[in-house]
């Protein structure tokens, strides 16, 4: 299995804000990105524990502040305020984000077209056996998330 890989980005700075190219073709990530995705959440959404089987997924915080889980691997605090970064996701890898500043915008580049909801993995954020520490006890969730399985009841990582 791939491992999962951050990216910290170009940053060019002064007193009005900052640029940072997320993307450049000639950047060399390894996979051929098809489709973009713009993620916006309010405070206290999570969202997640989401994941499938082929596509590889290219995230960049582009606003707020939020927690970052791939579950079993990674926990990452991201303030896209600060120091840019991209995050490469393999397939088969469960991931979900926590907004906890008033608002926060996710830019996704994926590897292979979005099929729904019924062609990926959904698993319960607070599922004991990933042991995962969100910083909000209640978060807002979808009634997709709400009704997620557990990780022992789905083939994830076959």
């Not at 606003?63 to 490469?88: N, W």
Request: charged share 25%; hydrophobic share 35%; glycine share 6%.
């Amino acid at each position: 299995m791939n491992d999962i890989k951050i990216f910290v980005l170009e940053k060019y700075s002064d007193d009005r804000g900052y640029l940072s190219p997320f993307w450049k073709k000639n950047i060399d990530y390894g996979v051929e990105f098809v489709e973009d995705r713009v993620s916006y959440s309010k405070k206290g959404v999570l969202r997640g524990l989401h994941g499938d089987s082929e596509t590889w997924k290219l995230i960049v915080p582009l606003h707020g502040v939020m927690q970052f889980f791939a579950p079993l691997v990674k926990e990452i605090m991201l303030d896209a305020s600060r120091q840019p970064v991209a995050i490469l996701l393999p397939p088969y890898y469960l991931n979900g984000h926590l907004c906890l500043s008033d608002d926060c915008v996710f830019l996704y580049k994926w590897s292979s077209y979005y099929k729904g909801e019924d062609n990926q993995v959904s698993v319960k954020y607070d599922d004991p056996e990933l042991n995962l520490n969100w910083k909000i006890k209640e978060p807002l969730l979808s009634d997709r998330d709400s009704h997620s399985t557990t990780f022992k009841e789905v083939a994830v990582y076959g």
